[in-house]
């Protein structure tokens, strides 16, 4: 079975990272609401793609705000995007091939 994973830096600037096993269907349909269409102002949907990645995962110390201090600012929308295609169960490989 596949696994969710995310490294975040913690205070200590070193990386961790966390899994998760098992991830109902129904998360799966609440990511597919997050998105501009919902969320048009990006600072709103950044902040609500950080809190629905850390509502997936089990571990308390995976948090919306761990997640936006410990992910840098560069690394955050591939960190979703990473986070959403393995949720989805989509390869990013095929899609490269289809373009």
Do not use: C
């Amino acid at each position: 079975m596949a696994r969710l994973e995310i490294k975040i830096r913690n205070k200590n600037g070193e990386y961790k990272k966390y899994e998760q096993n098992w991830v109902p269907t129904r998360k799966m349909l609440e990511a597919l609401d997050i998105g501009h269409e919902n969320y048009p102002d990006l600072k709103e949907l950044n902040e609500k793609q950080a809190e629905f990645i850390a509502s997936v995962f089990d571990e308390k110390e995976v948090t919306k705000d761990a997640i936006l201090d410990g992910v840098a600012a560069w690394e955050f929308a591939p960190f979703v995007d990473e986070f959403l295609n393995k949720l989805l169960g989509v390869d990013p490989n095929l899609e490269a091939e289809e373009q």
